[in-house]
């Protein structure tokens, strides 16, 4: 049973968050959250009942405010649905440069959790995958492109395969081609007699 948020539950996630997203989440032990939380472990159990619950809370943490700031990329974003669509690009490529910068924590901790696809955490990174999909295809549809899903998901694929080709080559350089690509699309999409590719 989830415990109520306190300012300690947010402590232990907020150390817990940049634990994981810097060293992996098997490499931290739930010893090394509770130290970097200045809490005791057995506070940290407290507030979750396993490493588990934790991840999925890491997780949890991220979703909603990475969705709301891809959002604002794109509502801020100069021109028409296909420049705000390559501005979710640029943005995360000027991110991507940051010497902090880790690669999705979506996809790695899916990575990790490859054996376990029941895993909580794997079912929020499901979700957050999906919502953001569920919002480009909405954003989409506003802009008059029909039909709007497909074009969503073939942008969601351009955005993922950047994050993990960057993982490989560390080079920010192919999520801004991903951006033009995910342009080209949403450009052919809206040409007169063209549906989405």
């Known amino acids: 049973m989830k415990k109520p948020d306190s300012p300690t539950r947010k402590r232990i996630v907020d150390a817990a968050s940049r634990l994981f997203y810097d060293e992996g989440i098997r490499a931290v032990s739930v010893d090394s959250v509770a130290a970097k939380a200045g809490v005791t472990k057995r506070t940290l159990y407290y507030h979750f009942e396993s490493k588990d619950d934790l991840v999925a809370a890491y997780l949890d943490a991220r979703d909603q405010p990475n969705l709301a700031l891809m959002a604002r990329w794109f509502d801020e974003a100069d021109g028409g649905l296909p420049d705000k669509i390559e501005a979710i ?11 902090r910068w880790k690669g999705c924590g979506f996809l790695r901790t899916a990575a990790e959790l490859a054996p376990l696809p029941g895993h909580p955490a794997v079912r929020i990174g499901a979700r957050h995958k999906a919502g953001f999909e569920a919002w480009l295809a909405g954003a989409c549809a506003a802009g008059g492109i029909p039909p709007s899903a497909e074009l969503a998901r073939q942008v969601v694929l351009l955005m993922d395969g950047a994050f993990s080709i960057m993982l490989v080559h560390r080079d920010p350089g192919y999520i801004e081609a991903a951006g033009r690509a995910a342009a080209a699309l949403a450009r052919a999409a809206q040409s007169p007699g063209t549906s989405a590719p």
């Open 89 to 99: 690009f640029r943005q995360l490529a000027r991110s991507a440069r940051h010497p």
